[in-house]
Nanobody, 126 residues
Framework: QVQLVESGGGLVQPGDSLRLSCATSGFTLDNYAIGWFRQAPGKEREGVSRISWYDGRTYYADSVKGRFTISRDNVKNTVYLQMNSLKPEDTAVYYC???????????????????WGQGTQVTVSS
């Protein structure tokens, strides 16, 4: 049974940092990707970042480039999203998702991902 469990969200002030974790289990794949998405109230789900488990190749949305860093721990089967210089517009529920077969370079739409975590709330407010 595929499981993705996010953690690390919270309430922070503008300029602060947070690190989100996505613990994965229940599958054995060779060439897949993990993506981070976010969804703010009244807005569509937005792709934030993506990482290839095979070679660690990473991609970012323009809105977070230079501030967010995605990484993976192959031993712990966990993907991280380090978020620095947080802004109020980063406020959203953050989800990680599994794309079981790598198919293309770059950011991929939500429809490319088959499994999703339950989400973790990030609120940036003074």
């Amino acid at each position: 049974q595929v499981q993705l469990v996010e953690s690390g969200g919270g309430l922070v002030q503008p300029g602060d940092s947070l690190r989100l974790s996505c613990a994965t289990s229940g599958f054995t794949l060779d060439n897949y990707a993990i993506g981070w998405f976010r969804q703010a109230p009244g807005k569509e789900r937005e792709g934030v970042s993506r990482i290839s488990w095979y070679d660690g190749r990473t991609y970012y949305a323009d809105s977070v480039k230079g501030r967010f860093t995605i990484s993976r721990d192959n031993v712990k089967n966990t993907v991280y999203l380090q978020m620095n210089s947080l802004k109020p517009e980063d406020t959203a529920v953050y989800y990680c998702a599994l794309e079981p077969q790598w198919t293309a370079w770059g950011m991929r739409p939500a429809s490319a991902y088959d499994y999703w975590g339950q989400g973790t709330q990030v609120t940036v407010s003074s």
